[in-house]
């Protein structure tokens, strides 16, 4: 089989990119129209184009569903997906061939500082095989569990997956989980083993791992070197051979499925849709099935990786649409869209994200309210994942209340709110979803419901209150070489977590499967596992409801009055231990006073941990006597500009930033 894969500019000469089995050659070619396209994208990634710049749309028409493959690259952390990524788009002529492709589908700062996809990113590619021109629409996805919403999301557009595998560290935790989400999708799976340049790479050994826990025989997998550029053309050759066309009907009234979107200052929401029936051009006026609001589309195109503006996009087709939504609460990730004088029935749309875990957000500035309002608002609509609820604490003023998937999701929100929106915040301690079942007659009539959930400690109802508090637990997933398994075992167990089984997927390496408490996991556990393992052991996890706990409110005290900001739910068997270590912290972050502080941790009215902080020896004012008049209208000045930035907790001044060193030590541990 002989496949024309690309068609660009490749130093400064017109190329085509020809498959041919294994062999690649790369031949001159008189651009048509659809090359120049390409052409003037390859090798321009940070440059936009507009619908103004680019008279020459292309079309789509050419590519019949038959000829398309909507595919996501699934793996496990920095198994290579973005690099594999930079090798497709390089082989189809989307980009210029240069040393410096790294990660080009990586596009955000976070992303880009910490060496991580984030937010799972797509690129068309046109390629040609034996006469037929193909569109292919691959979706780059994180790796990290606390993003596995983006891979879920992104399977929804596609009929297949490239499951890429380390030849090196072989199958890891995410492997398996990615696995299984593309096994209940129904999607094909084409298994990738990656980096077979590395000195200690045992591509059989990962090839006889994917037999047995995945049951895909061993001669289905493709090795390759992404970094090297090695084989990518079977990946190719594969992705069209083995990945089934989309099952759509062009001829039915459209259906588009927004399955992500953006925010663009000047043109407004840009949507990420996946057509299931019909065709959208410019012009047509579409409904969106969540609001009922009708638009007029302004533009249609597919990114390419940039956006490439087309005359239509036709069922089974995968590319972006811009219809004039101002407002981020008129795009919903999951919503459909339909023509305004065919209404259909919407598709189901997505399982919402659950939250692991929750923090409160605040402005560093009350009057910065509405610009953090304004940017949350456009990030939750990038990361659909995150849920916002307003609250408001007396230390910190108005705020929200925000769900996240975990800690690292925490951080690279609130990352990308200072990067991309100049956004400075104070998080408050997170916390897991707690539940309780409510015994008292008032508060059942209170909150409507008997079973409650507890996303703001501050709201914990007391015992006497209540029949049974919940927490939520999960499964986890560890897979790590044999001699580290009687050490993971004792952390497991010291984390409260119950062995569900244990199976050797190769001769030295162990699956281990655990139910967990999610807040013995959430903070510090994966950087434990790594220090014990050497940084061998992977984890990962999934939801797995609530158990019954013990759990109990704790209570900072600053001379006998409560921190509101403070307040934290834990298990009984650990209060002593974060009670201790909160008072220690608050102790180095309050100023010395004219009196002692005690600093307490008490459940209830018992206390379990005290700090003190001394008091100043003197009054400093007292040696101003006499003449020293202006030494001392100076200090009194300073001391009272400092009392402005203090909160006052009865009799016990705080300055406004010592909560929050506090708590950002807590998260930060
Ligand atoms: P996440 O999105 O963060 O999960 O990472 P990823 O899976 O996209 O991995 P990425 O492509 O960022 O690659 C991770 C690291 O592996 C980078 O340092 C790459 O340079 C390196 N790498 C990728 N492919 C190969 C390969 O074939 N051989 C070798 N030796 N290194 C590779």
Redesign the pocket.
Request: proline share 4%.
């Given at each position: 089989m002989r496949i024309l894969v690309g068609r660009g500019w490749w130093r400064g000469r017109a190329i085509t990119a020809w498959v041919s089995g294994a062999a690649c050659r790369m031949l001159p070619w008189p651009l048509p129209a659809l090359s120049r396209g390409a052409a003037a994208h390859s090798g321009a990634l940070e440059r936009r184009y507009s619908s103004a710049e680019r008279k020459e749309k292309v079309d789509m028409s050419r590519f019949p569903f038959e000829n398309i493959s909507n595919f996501s690259i699934v793996?496990h952390?920095?198994?290579?997906?973005?690099?594999?990524a930079d090798r497709l788009l390089e082989l189809t002529g989307t980009i210029g061939k240069t040393n410096n492709n790294?990660?080009v589908l990586d596009k955000l700062q976070v992303e880009r500082e910490r060496?991580?996809?984030v937010k799972a990113q797509t690129a068309s590619l046109f390629c040609n095989c034996e006469g037929s021109q193909y569109f292919l629409h691959l979706i780059?996805t994180?790796?990290?569990v606390d993003f596995s919403y983006e891979v879920s999301r992104s399977l929804s557009a596609c009929q297949g997956v490239l499951l890429v595998v380390d030849a090196n560290e072989g199958i890891q935790a995410q492997t398996v989980a990615n696995f299984f989400l593309t096994f209940e999708a129904q999607l094909s799976a084409i298994p990738v083993i990656?980096?077979i340049?590395?000195k200690n790479a045992d591509p059989k050994r990962v090839e006889k791992q994917i037999e047995k826990v995945f049951d895909i025989p061993s001669d289905e997998c493709i090795k390759?070197?992404?970094?090297?550029g090695t084989n990518i053309e079977s990946v190719l050759q594969a992705i069209i051979e083995r990945i089934p066309p989309p099952k759509v009907h062009r001829k039915n009234p459209l259906r588009a499925l927004v399955f992500d979107s953006t925010f663009d200052q000047y043109r407004g929401v840009i949507t990420n849709v996946a057509l299931f029936d019909g065709v959208v051009s410019k012009g047509d006026r579409v409904v969106s099935a969540h609001t009922q609001k009708t638009y007029e589309v302004n533009e249609v195109g597919v990114l390419n990786p940039n956006e490439l503006p087309t005359h239509k996009l036709y069922a089974g087709q995968v590319g972006y649409l811009i219809a004039g939504m101002k407002d981020v609460t008129e795009a919903q990730v999951g919503d459909t869209l339909y023509l305004h004088k065919q209404p259909v029935e919407p598709l189901p749309g997505f399982k919402s994200a659950k939250p692991m875990v929750f923090a409160g957000m605040y402005p560093v500035d009350q009057s910065e309210y509405n610009s953090l309002k304004s940017a949350i608002e456009k990030l939750t609509l990038n990361d659909s994942s995150v849920t916002v609820h307003r609250d408001s604490s007396l230390a910190l003023g108005a705020g929200w209340r925000l769900g996240f998937l975990g800690l690292l999701h925490m951080e690279v929100f609130n990352q990308r709110l200072e990067q991309e929106y100049n956004a400075s915040v104070i998080l408050t301690t997170p916390t897991v979803p707690y539940k309780a079942v409510l015994s008292s007659a008032k508060l059942i009539k209170e909150y409507r419901e008997k079973e409650i959930t507890i996303i703001n400690p501050a709201q914990f109802p007391d015992k006497s209150k209540v029949t049974e508090y919940l927490e939520p637990v999960v499964l986890g997933t560890v897979i790590t070489p044999d001699e580290y398994t009687g050490k993971i075992m004792m952390l497991c167990q010291a984390r409260r977590a119950i062995q569900k089984n244990m199976v050797f997927i190769d001769q030295n390496r162990v699956m281990l499967k655990y139910l967990f408490p999610l807040n013995e996991i959430v903070v510090d556990f994966y950087d434990s596992l790594k220090s014990l393992s050497s940084g061998y052991a992977s984890f990962d996890y999934e939801d797995a409801g609530y158990q019954t706990a013990e759990l109990v409110k704790m209570d900072i005290l600053l001379n006998g009055n409560i921190v509101e900001e403070l307040v934290t739910i834990v298990h009984k068997d650990k209060a002593h231990s974060v009670g201790k270590a909160i008072c220690e912290r608050l102790k180095d972050s309050l100023p010395r006073q004219l009196f002692e502080i005690a600093i307490q941790a008490a459940i209830g009215s018992k206390i379990i941990a005290r700090e003190t902080v001394k008091a100043y020896r003197k009054n400093v004012l007292a040696k101003c006597y006499g003449g020293d008049i202006t030494r001392k209208m100076k200090l009194l000045k300073r001391q009272a500009e400092g009392k402005k930035k203090m909160r006052k907790i009865g009799n016990v001044e705080v300055p406004k930033d010592a909560f929050i060193k506090v708590l950002k030590t807590q998260s930060d541990k």
């Open positions: 793996a952390v920095d198994h290579s997906k973005s690099t594999l790294k990660q060496g991580i996809t780059d994180p790796g990290h990656n980096k340049d590395l390759i070197s992404a970094k090297l």
